[in-house]
């Protein structure tokens, strides 16, 4: 089973960018899921962003400000986040999954990576 460990993390003023990194263990074929989820203070995790082959999914809260990517000769995908709000704080956690499933659904994800910080302040 593929194992992801996320990287890009950090501190930064709202309006700002940071660039997420997530790196698996072997190749992430076609097929696979790897998506993006966070985890604010307080909150459920929710799905932020995911792609499988060449199809990708946005959630609506970050749809126009961040943009899942792949360079799969990297065995990574990135998480680019523009215009940065106060509300995007939360851990990120890169998750990928081997078989079907909609990206949307945290059930399709079955490993998980540590996660990395994202702190926006104001």
């Known amino acids: 089973q593929v194992q992801v460990a996320e990287s890009g993390g950090g501190l930064v003023q709202a309006g700002g960018s940071l660039r997420l990194s997530c790196i698996a263990s072997?190749?992430?074929?076609?097929?696979?899921?790897v998506g993006w989820f966070r985890h604010g203070p307080g909150k459920e995790r929710t799905f932020v962003a995911g792609?499988?082959?060449?199809?990708?999914s946005h959630a609506d809260s970050v749809r126009g400000r961040f943009t899942i990517s792949r360079d799969y000769d990297k065995n990574t995908v990135y998480l680019q986040m523009n215009s940065l709000k106060t509300e995007d704080t939360a851990l990120y956690s890169c998750?990928?999954?081997?078989?079907?499933?909609?990206?949307?659904?945290?059930?399709?994800?079955?490993?998980w990576g540590q996660g990395t910080q994202v702190t926006v302040s104001s």
């Open positions: 998750a990928v999954g081997e078989f079907g499933g909609f990206l949307e659904t945290i059930t399709t994800y079955k490993s």
């Open positions: 072997g190749r992430i074929f076609d097929h696979y899921a």
């Open positions: 792609i499988r082959g060449t199809t990708t």
